[in-house]
């Protein structure tokens, strides 16, 4: 069971402020619609987060969660093309999804889809993101752009709502209680694909193993971020000669025939990578967490250990600069765009891979947390 007796309950709120307008600030209203009708129903307080940078503001959430449900945290995401295509909105999702590999931490994350589902599979069937909300607990939220706050039919999609955020938290809290464990240790899965609750030479095997490939696929997209730039700076000068527009159109074909091949390269290892990282990121922390286990901590393998945890750390923190690097590169390539049609399919591409790389920083982030972290306890 939640302990009432601990005070209160967190929801942050992850959106898109054009939706918000867009719908007459009507999810600031479920907001605050969600909170009291909360408050009413089980006497405990809701804390509601609701900007862009709440969550940035508010980063203790991993603290919370670390604790256990004593402060519960849940995560509502309102889904829709715009939040699809935000970098911050992706970053908040997948932020909280890395730090929640386990099947009773993910419960914790509430999507709800403001849009028409056969609309979103249309323009995003292939995003990581939405492949995500579909496998969590999601829930239809369409009709809330449009009916009427504080209407019975608002009220009802309110209260349903608020059930359902109970309902995840006691069922969280039971599994939690019947696990001994906290809402974060990951379910482990082995090279064979088997739940492993022991062996943790198994786990640093895999890790060491996935750790390696996701340096080198790291090294290769930098290889080819910069073979990118060279295309750019050969070319830039032929575009500032260039004295027509029908000129300029051949340079900007060029350009794009140039860069096809790369930006190919750079889709594959793109995905090659995040599906790396995040087949790996459950296992990672799991080392990092048993490294504060006594037993291990002064085993035979202890040096390994330790020297296990810092390349850990040293990668994570590699990750975080590399893909820290990425956003100025997504907002100059969509300055490019429009100056021609063949150009801008492989502009839009490499955008996508870009984004795909820079969404890596969360599980990048969550393993340097967790070093430091543990050497904080010790």
């Known amino acids: 069971m939640i302990d009432t007796d601990s005070g209160d309950v967190s929801i ?10 867009a719908a007459y600030s009507r999810i600031s209203k479920i907001s605050r619609d969600l909170s009291a009708t909360y408050t009413s129903m089980t006497g405990l307080v809701v804390k509601s987060f609701l900007d862009v940078e709440s969550i940035r503001l508010g980063e203790s959430w991993q603290d919370r969660i670390r604790s256990g449900l004593d402060s519960a945290t849940i995560l509502l995401a309102f889904i829709t093309p715009a939040y699809l295509r935000s970098a911050a909105c992706r970053s908040e999702f997948t932020d909280f999804l890395a730090f929640l590999p386990s099947e009773s931490g993910r419960k914790l994350i509430i999507p709800i889809i403001l849009f028409d589902r056969d609309r979103l599979d249309r323009l995003f069937s292939d995003d990581e993101i939405w492949i995500q909300v579909k496998e969590l607990q999601n829930m239809d939220g369409s009709n809330l752009r449009t009916i009427e706050p504080g209407s019975q039919e608002w009220m009802t999609k309110i209260l349903d709502l608020t059930t359902r955020i109970e309902e995840i938290l006691e069922q969280v809290s039971t599994e939690v209680e019947a696990s001994g464990s906290t809402v974060i240790d990951p379910v482990v899965l082995t090279a064979e694909g088997k739940e492993e609750g022991e062996g943790y030479l198994d786990l640093m095997s895999v890790a060491e193993e996935k750790i390696h490939a996701i340096s080198e696929l790291t090294e290769e997209y930098g ?18 000669r260039a004295s027509s527009f029908s000129q300029k159109l051949a340079v900007a074909n060029r350009l794009a025939a140039l860069i ?21 990121s459950p296992g990672i922390v799991t080392m990092i967490r048993m490294a504060s286990t006594q037993s291990l901590s002064n085993g035979p393998e202890a040096a390994q250990l330790v020297e296990f945890l810092e390349n850990i750390r040293k990668l994570g923190n590699s990750g975080i600069e590399s893909t820290g690097q990425v956003n100025g590169l997504i907002a100059s390539i969509e300055g490019s765009k429009g100056a021609s049609a063949r ?36």
Do not use: G
């Open 260 to 280: 096809d091949p790369i930006v190919s390269q750079c889709d594959e290892v793109s995905i090659e990578l995040q599906r790396a990282i995040s087949d790996s």
């Open 12 to 21: 942050f709120v992850s959106y898109v402020r054009a939706d918000d307008e």
């Open 343 to 378: 150009l801008d399919r492989p502009l839009q591409n490499l955008q996508t891979a870009l984004l795909r790389f820079a969404e890596s920083r969360s599980h990048f982030k969550t393993w340097v947390d967790e070093v430091e972290q543990q050497n904080a306890v010790d």
């Open 223 to 240: 290889r080819l971020l910069n073979l990118y730039t060279e295309k750019l700076n050969v070319v830039e000068p032929e575009m500032r």
